[in-house]
């Protein structure tokens, strides 16, 4: 039976509080990051399934689709010529 501090004394002691204080304080740090890192992605993710979404979607039923034989009956103007350059 050991009396009195203990195998490494109060240095002993003191060491593994500061490394024990060190490492969770890392983890802390760790995890903080990872749920900003998760947070930023979510976000990002969000975005760019909203933008491809509003790109890609089906015509809606109300509005009528364009077609080319619609488009070929509009008439348009010829645009002017430019003149050449020297």
Same mark, same amino acid.
């Given at each position: 039976?050991?009396?009195?501090?203990?195998? #490494? @004394?109060?240095?002993?002691? $003191?060491?593994?509080? #500061?490394?024990?204080?060190?490492?969770? @304080?890392?983890?802390?740090?760790? #995890?903080?990051?990872? %749920?900003?890192?998760?947070? *930023?992605?979510?976000?990002? $993710?969000?975005? $760019? $399934?909203?933008?491809?979404?509003?790109?890609?979607?089906?015509? /809606?039923?109300?509005?009528? &689709?364009?077609? &080319?034989? /619609?488009?070929? %009956?509009?008439?348009?103007?010829?645009?002017?010529? *430019? +003149?050449?350059? +020297?």
């Amino acid at each position: 039976m050991i009396d009195g501090p203990g195998m #490494f @004394g109060w240095f002993g002691h $003191a060491f593994f509080l #500061f490394a024990s204080l060190l490492g969770t @304080g890392l983890l802390l740090v760790v #995890f903080i990051a990872l %749920a900003i890192l998760l947070a *930023r992605f979510m976000l990002v $993710a969000t975005k $760019a $399934a909203q933008l491809y979404v509003d790109k890609n979607a089906p015509a /809606s039923i109300d509005t009528p &689709a364009t077609t &080319a034989a /619609s488009n070929a %009956a509009t008439p348009t103007t010829p645009l002017p010529k *430019r +003149p050449k350059t +020297p």
